[in-house]
């Protein structure tokens, strides 16, 4: 299983954006997707996840902002940032795990918000 991140850029405060991972491989092996963003000195934080069941989990810091959707056919699980704020600016990366728990990581893509 491989995780292709994209998306990121430059975008002023109030802006929105909508990042992608690609997920090849095999994708039916994937129980959820999630997305995470890091801050450098910072942790690790998880941000959204998909749930192969339908459910999704937004972190409270981006709830009513951000939305995590899917699209099976394609693998790919989105990211659509809305209302962007100069403390959302953070490596975002994708992340998968597997029904047998193992983990698998995509590279960030860098979101930076400009007041």
């Known amino acids: 299983v491989q995780l292709q991140a994209s998306g990121g850029g430059l975008v002023r405060a109030g802006g929105s954006l909508r990042l992608s991972c690609a997920v090849s491989?095999?994708?039916?092996?994937?129980?959820?997707v999630a997305w995470y963003r890091q801050v450098p000195g910072n942790q690790r934080e998880l941000v959204a996840s998909s749930f192969t069941g339908g459910e999704t989990y937004v972190a409270d810091s981006v709830k009513g902002r951000f939305t995590i959707s899917r699209d099976n056919g394609a693998n790919t699980v989105f990211l659509k940032m809305g209302f962007l704020k100069s403390e959302d600016t953070a490596t975002y990366y994708c992340?998968?795990?597997?029904?047998?728990?193992?983990?698998?990581w995509g590279q960030g893509t860098l979101v930076t918000v400009s007041s």
């Open positions: 992340q998968a795990t597997a029904w047998n728990r193992d983990e698998y």
């Open positions: 491989g095999n994708f039916a092996s994937i129980g959820v």
